[in-house]
Every structure is written in structure tokens, then in C-alpha cells.
């Protein structure tokens, strides 16, 4: 059965190309919004250019080569110029993350720059329904699991470590002696050998701890800096 040619597939009015990339704007800046207000990397501009710009492809991997439709020997395929948006939003997202001690932060922000690029993508095709939806559910995800999250974290149990001693010295000993005596448990310990140019060594020590309570934590890691041979503490990315 051979195909029919509908010319009305392949159009779209002016109109209808500035709504969809006006509800773009709209959704990725919704997102960016919070990202904006909580002061990450990529805020509200970079998530309005980014839903707009995945907008435009799929407006114009639909529309934008309408006129060779009808050629017997070309064959459309809307989904390729959008397939590659998925694709290459992540080189973007991948400059989002950081890495600061034992802390990784930024994939959320990056994670948002590819849901957004989503929805720009779904805006961009005429599926208004399923990016409204999505914009609702991932605002609900950032603004309101953000808070619980938050509040989880600061029950959680476990904690991270990196401390620097001297060689030679008993400070790894009454570190231990210290976590114990207060009810922390040390559930992994790693040891390396921090290049030095200096002729002293340091041996750089990470723990993985697991405590009973957390209302005395950062009392307990500022006393361990007080011990002798101690060269350096950091705990969750930060220096003490």
C-alpha cells in the first residue's frame, strides 16, 4: 500500500512555534527557579536556555525540512536531531558536578538539566500534557523532597573521615581510642602515603564511621585535632 503525502503534517504556524517555545521558557524556568534560589552552578538562565534550545531542535527536526517531504526518495525522521539533545545535554550536566573532599555535589543540577532538556524536547513535539506533568512532578521532587531530604541527613548515622598523621607516630592509636570511648564505630579504614617533598612522611587515613548518636559529633572531631602528630582533619569536605 502506498503511502499518502498529508502536507498538513509537515506545518506549523507561527503562532503555534511561539507557544511552544513561550511554554518552554516557562516550564525551564520553573526548574531553574530553585536551582537559582538554592545557589547552585546552573540556575534559572541556564535551565530556561537549555529547555528553549531542546524546544527549537524538535520544532526544528519536525518541521524545519517540510519542504523535502514530499521527494520520493527522502525519508523523514523527526526523532534524529532530538535523539542527539539527550546525548549531548550531558557534556553540560558534567560541568555542573564537583568534587570537594569525600563530598560529590552538583548531580542533582545536573540531573535537572537533562529532565529539563526533556521537557523542552516534549514541549517542542506538542505533547503539552506530559510536560506540564513532568514540570509538576520534578518542582514537587526539588522544592519538597529537597526539605525531607535535608532532614533525613541530618538522622543519618554515617559520616566520612580523611585524617593526615605522621609517620611513625601513636596517633592513629588514640584516634581509634577516641572514636571508641565515644560510641562511634569504624566501619572501613584505608591508609595511604599522602608525595610530600618534605622529609617528613604523612600518611593520609580514611574512615568510614557509623554513629550511635550525632548530637556530639563535631565536638568529638574538634577534640581529635588536638592530638599530637595530627596534620590535617576533614570531615564531609570540610577542613577542621
Known amino acids: 500500500m502506498d503511502l499518502v503525502y498529508n502536507p498538513e503534517v509537515w506545518q506549523i504556524s507561527y503562532w503555534e512555534i511561539t507557544f511552544r517555545m513561550v511554554l518552554a521558557l516557562l516550564l525551564g524556568g520553573l526548574i531553574g527557579l530553585e536551582r537559582e534560589l538554592g545557589g547552585h552552578f546552573a540556575g534559572f538562565r541556564t535551565h530556561i536556555l537549555v529547555c528553549l534550545g531542546s524546544a527549537a531542535i524538535v520544532i526544528l527536526s519536525i518541521y524545519g525540512f517540510s519542504e523535502f517531504a514530499s521527494e520520493p526518495n527522502v525519508r523523514m525522521d523527526p526523532a534524529r536531531l532530538a535523539a542527539q539533545v539527550i546525548s549531548g545535554i550531558g557534556f553540560l550536566g558534567a560541568g555542573t558536578i564537583m568534587r570537594t ?100 612522611g604523612i600518611l593520609i587515613i580514611r574512615l568510614h564511621l557509623k554513629l550511635k548518636k550525632t548530637n556530639r559529633y563535631e565536638q568529638i572531631i574538634a577534640e581529635l585535632s588536638l592530638i599530637d602528630g595530627m596534620r590535617g582533619l576533614e570531615t564531609e569536605g570540610e577542613a577542621i
Not at 141 to 166: A, G
Request: contains cysteine; hydrophobic residues 45%; positive net charge.
Open 101 to 200: 573532599g569525600l563530598t560529590i555535589s552538583g548531580l542533582t543540577t545536573a540531573a535537572s538539566l537533562w529532565v529539563v532538556a526533556a521537557i523542552g524536547l516534549t514541549v517542542g513535539a506538542g505533547f503539552y500534557f506530559g510536560a506540564a506533568i513532568l514540570t509538576l512532578l520534578v518542582a514537587v521532587s526539588l522544592f519538597f523532597f529537597n526539605k525531607m531530604e535535608k532532614r533525613f541527613s541530618r538522622t543519618k548515622k554515617t559520616r566520612h573521615l580523611i585524617i593526615r598523621v605522621s609517620k611513625g607516630s601513636t596517633c592513629l592509636n588514640q584516634v581509634v581510642s577516641h572514636l571508641s570511648h565515644n560510641g562511634i564505630q569504624i566501619n572501613k579504614l584505608m591508609m595511604e602515603t599522602e608525595d610530600s617533598s618534605g622529609s617528613e
